[in-house]
């Protein structure tokens, strides 16, 4: 069964360095997504991604971020200068919005440990 | 904006039991879905069960249940005849017909099977 994959599983990286967190979808699929999820805390949408532009965002999703699909498969994540409140996990879903609802699927997750 | 409370940190029953894990919501919106989310240890999230807000019928996928009050924005999930390999972190989620984008989840509830 297709699954959505990430990679690293875990990232280390000092404050002020730029990420990249990388992301493969189902491949059929058209709808991307990131979120966050602080330890302890709960799932955050950050953004959501349709036809190479993003469709939704939220407050969290401020200039240091940027997502990019740069070839057919990938699904990129940046976070341009990262602080310490960054550290989390990060997942990526994606959905192929033929349902009339878009149903998600996740994958298992980068953990992003800034020191 | 839409809210999801999970008012259970942790929880924990034995095989072959039953448990219920609480949820609720606060939207102004009529028409809405409610998820609830499996995440294994180190694993992706997988969805365990779906409800649509505009049907009175509580959604059933095996063992899972789900008792959605709407008018007291309520969701919980039951699991019945537990199995060890239920234990994982539990979210419920909320999602805007009119907005398939952004998922909003509560804080998960973690559940151990006993054996």
């Known amino acids: 069964e297709p699954e959505v994959t990430q990679t690293p599983s875990h990232q280390v990286t000092q404050m002020g360095q730029e990420v990249i967190l990388r992301c493969v979808p189902i491949?059929?699929?058209?709808?991307f997504y990131w979120y966050r999820q602080i330890l302890g805390q709960k799932v955050e949408f950050l953004v959501s991604?349709?036809?190479?532009?993003?469709?939704?965002k939220s407050e969290i999703f401020d200039d240091q971020f940027s997502v990019e699909r740069p070839d057919g498969s990938n699904f990129t994540l940046k976070i341009r200068s990262t602080k310490l409140e960054d550290s989390a996990m990060y997942f990526c879903?994606?959905?192929?919005?033929?349902?009339?609802?878009?149903?998600?699927?996740f994958g298992p997750g980068t953990r992003l440990t800034v020191l | 904006a839409q809210t999801v409370t999970q008012s259970q940190p942790e929880m924990s029953v034995q095989e072959a039991e039953t448990v219920t894990l609480s949820c609720t919501y606060d939207?102004?919106?009529?028409?809405?879905?409610l998820f609830w989310y499996k995440q294994p240890p180190s694993r992706q999230m997988i969805l365990v069960i779906r409800?649509?807000?505009?049907?009175?019928q509580n959604a059933t996928e095996n063992r899972f249940s789900v008792n959605f009050q709407k008018a007291a924005k309520s969701f919980s999930l039951k699991i019945s005849d537990s199995q060890l390999g239920d234990t994982a972190m539990y979210f419920c989620?909320?999602?805007?017909?009119?907005?398939?984008?952004?998922?909003?989840f509560g804080a998960g509830t973690r559940l151990t099977v006993k054996p």
């Open positions: 879903a994606s959905s192929d919005g033929t349902l009339y609802y878009n149903e998600q699927f």
């Open positions: 491949s059929n699929h058209l709808y």
């Open positions: 991604f349709y036809n190479n532009e993003i469709s939704e």
């Open positions: 939207t102004s919106e009529n028409n809405y879905y």
């Open positions: 409800q649509e807000a505009y049907k009175q």
């Open positions: 989620a909320f999602l805007y017909l009119y907005n398939n984008n952004d998922m909003r």
